[in-house]
């Protein structure tokens, strides 16, 4: 939880004040204009008070305004280091994100995104946190710390995916003891019976093999040259924290992301977003005008999408967006590496035929059979 406390007044912002309310009573008693009752004295009377009271009311509003922009730059802070943007490219993979909160006062958000390369593949998690602004953030840095870990330490996608259900349930139980002390002795049955969160676990091998688990997030385009398809159409699972996992968990197949394709991955907030009459974001359609011109850096997937994101909704989004591009770009040192293992297995193969032909011709041409002694 993030708690912004207060300055308490000081000596220093009290001067003021007192300044302004001695300069209205020195007038009003000291001043000889201020005892006359002519329409001229009391204009200039009228005048010194306006002025006075003005000068009160802009040094009560600025205190406020003062904390609020240190509210404000104190989200950012919280937001960048919670959700740090990924890196430009990893592991062959160029990668792109932005995130667009509906706090517009806070600038933080609900939704979700990290990318890592592990030894296991580079794994993607996408999420979106019911609810937005500063209370759904210690859900959003529960979730990725937790993936941050199990990322690198779990060689399953299953196991990363209970790891951060786990993470969920026992932050709810943490914010429940928290929000109902009388209760911290023992933990609730269920803490947060409203809360939940969709997520979308990737998994990239080397060769582009894409697994995936979802746990009710919608699931991502794929760019293939001037097509926009989804990625899959499974049924995914619920979403997190209402529903217990089930028994089973093995990620799905979903085919290969090839040179040059692109996956594009969001939050719901993106296709759900409404414009003055109630219309729904045409967010596959924009997808195709992007990929017109191909190829497309996942900057300019970005940049369209955003842009014409908050055209149609009037820059007031609903709710929050997130939106993750990831291209891959291996084709080059795939090639070399292909090529590499190919040279080895020829020199290996030659290897052993040359042992054999050697073998062969050192070996008798009759050999004869050992004596018994």
Same mark, same amino acid.
């Given at each position: 939880?993030?708690?912004?406390?207060?300055?308490?007044?000081?000596?220093?912002?009290? @001067?003021?004040?007192?300044?302004?309310?001695?300069?209205?009573?020195?007038?009003?008693?000291? *001043?000889?204009?201020?005892?006359?009752?002519?329409?001229?004295?009391?204009?200039?009377? !009228?005048?010194?008070?306006?002025?006075?009271?003005?000068?009160?009311?802009? $040094?009560?509003?600025?205190?406020?305004?003062? %904390?609020?922009? =240190?509210?404000?730059?104190?989200?950012?802070?919280?937001? !960048?280091? @919670?959700?740090?943007?990924?890196?430009?490219?990893?592991?062959?993979?160029?990668?792109?994100?932005?995130?667009?909160?509906?706090?517009?006062?806070? *600038?933080?958000?609900?939704?979700?995104?990290?990318?890592?390369?592990? %030894?296991?593949?580079?794994?993607?998690?996408?999420?979106?946190?019911?609810? $937005?602004?500063?209370?759904?953030?210690?859900?959003?840095?529960?979730?990725?710390?937790?993936?941050?870990?199990?990322?690198?330490?779990?060689? #399953?996608?299953?196991?990363? =995916?209970?790891?951060?259900?786990?993470?969920?349930?026992? $932050?709810?139980?943490?914010?429940?003891?928290? #929000? $109902?002390?009388?209760?911290?002795?023992?933990?609730?049955?269920?803490?947060?019976?409203?809360?939940?969160?969709? /997520?979308?676990?990737?998994?990239?091998? &080397?060769?582009?093999?894409?697994?995936? =688990?979802? *746990?009710?997030?919608?699931?991502?385009?794929?760019?293939?040259?001037?097509?926009?398809?989804?990625?899959?159409?499974? %049924?995914?699972?619920?979403?997190?924290?209402?529903?217990?996992?089930?028994?089973?968990? #093995?990620?799905?197949? *979903?085919?290969?992301?090839?040179?040059?394709? !692109?996956?594009?991955?969001?939050?719901?907030?993106?296709?759900?977003?409404?414009?003055?009459?109630?219309?729904?974001?045409?967010?596959?359609?924009?997808?195709?005008?992007?990929?017109?011109?191909?190829?497309? !850096?996942? +900057?300019?997937?970005?940049?369209?999408?955003?842009?014409?994101?908050?055209?149609?909704?009037?820059? +007031?989004?609903?709710?929050? /967006?997130? @939106?993750?591009?990831?291209?891959?770009?291996?084709?080059? &040192?795939?090639?070399?590496?292909?090529?590499?293992?190919?040279?080895? &297995?020829?020199?290996?193969?030659?290897?052993?035929?040359?042992?054999? &032909?050697?073998?062969?011709?050192?070996?008798?041409?009759?050999?004869?059979?050992?004596?018994?002694?």
């Amino acid at each position: 939880m993030i708690r912004i406390k207060a300055r308490a007044p000081t000596g220093r912002a009290a @001067v003021l004040p007192t300044v302004w309310g001695a300069v209205a009573v020195g007038y009003k008693f000291g *001043c000889p204009l201020a005892q006359q009752d002519g329409l001229g004295a009391r204009i200039v009377t !009228s005048a010194v008070f306006v002025a006075v009271g003005t000068g009160l009311i802009f $040094h009560v509003r600025r205190t406020p305004l003062q %904390e609020l922009r =240190l509210a404000r730059r104190a989200a950012r802070v919280a937001q !960048s280091v @919670v959700l740090r943007p990924p890196p430009p490219r990893l592991d062959g993979l160029n990668v792109a994100a932005a995130q667009l909160s509906a706090d517009r006062g806070a *600038c933080v958000g609900g939704d979700l995104y990290e990318v890592i390369a592990t %030894e296991h593949g580079v794994r993607v998690v996408m999420g979106d946190v019911r609810g $937005h602004g500063l209370a759904a953030l210690g859900t959003v840095a529960a979730l990725l710390g937790s993936f941050r870990e199990a990322a690198h330490d779990e060689p #399953e996608l299953g196991r990363v =995916l209970r790891r951060l259900d786990r993470a969920l349930g026992r $932050h709810l139980r943490e914010r429940a003891r928290a #929000e $109902h002390p009388a209760q911290s002795a023992t933990d609730p049955d269920n803490p947060v019976a409203e809360e939940f969160v969709t /997520v979308l676990l990737l998994e990239i091998g &080397r060769d582009g093999e894409l697994r995936a =688990l979802n *746990c009710g997030h919608p699931w991502p385009y794929v760019l293939r040259g001037t097509s926009v398809d989804p990625l899959t159409r499974a %049924e995914p699972l619920p979403p997190l924290g209402p529903f217990p996992l089930p028994a089973e968990l #093995e990620a799905g197949s *979903c085919g290969r992301l090839l040179a040059g394709e !692109s996956l594009v991955l969001f939050t719901d907030g993106a296709e759900d977003a409404r414009d003055g009459r109630g219309r729904f974001f045409a967010l596959r359609d924009v997808l195709r005008e992007v990929v017109r011109e191909h190829p497309v !850096s996942p +900057q300019t997937v970005l940049r369209t999408v955003f842009g014409a994101l908050l055209h149609h909704t009037g820059e +007031q989004p609903a709710d929050d /967006v997130a @939106v993750l591009v990831l291209r891959n770009d291996r084709t080059d &040192r795939t090639d070399r590496t292909d090529r590499h293992d190919r040279t080895d &297995r020829t020199d290996r193969k030659e290897v052993r035929l040359s042992g054999a &032909r050697d073998t062969a011709r050192h070996a008798p041409a009759h050999p004869q059979p050992a004596p018994h002694r």
